[in-house]
């Protein structure tokens, strides 16, 4: 009898684990640019349990100072969203913008990912030379 109720607790442990890994791999896609200067993430964004929507953020990896001129979220090649202006600050939320290093937790806020659609991340940023970069970043 304790055998039974052994492999019983293992099976719904088993089962409650299989659960929250499904539920959170399932709820993002993210990318590094080839440069590894840049990190970007389109994920489910949750209060309380339930899902607001997906949003978008970007983040510079490194501690240089970069000036970012121009965000693009692509869905297969075609312009969803386009940020230009950048500011530094703490929103009504208590999220915060950075400059350097960037930091846009909120860039967009939108639908979920669609099967089978190639999702873009494109960063035009300037270097401390004044050189203009643009890198991009496939999330997956």
């Keep these: ?3 039974f109720y052994g492999v019983l607790v293992l ?3 088993i089962a409650i684990g299989c659960f929250v890994f ?3 791999s399932q709820n993002k896609l993210q990318g590094t640019s080839e440069n590894e200067i840049w ?6 964004e949750k209060i309380g349990g339930s899902s607001i929507g997906w949003k978008v953020s970007v983040q510079q990896r490194n501690k240089e100072e970069l000036t970012v001129k121009k965000l693009l979220f692509l869905e297969d090649d075609k312009k969803i969203f386009e940020q230009i202006k950048f500011q530094n600050g703490i929103d009504i939320d208590g999220t915060k913008y950075s400059l350097h ?3 846009y937790p909120n860039l967009y806020f939108g639908d979920a990912p669609k099967d089978n659609v190639d999702y873009t991340i494109e960063i035009v940023w300037v270097d401390q030379s004044g050189n203009e970069h ?3 970043i496939e999330l997956k």
Excluded: V
């Design 1 to 3: 009898m304790m055998k």
């Design 11 to 13: 099976t719904i442990i």
């Design 22 to 24: 499904w539920t959170n």
């Design 39 to 44: 990190e970007a993430e389109y994920k489910n």
């Design 101 to 103: 290093p960037f930091s």
């Design 134 to 136: 643009t890198d991009k």
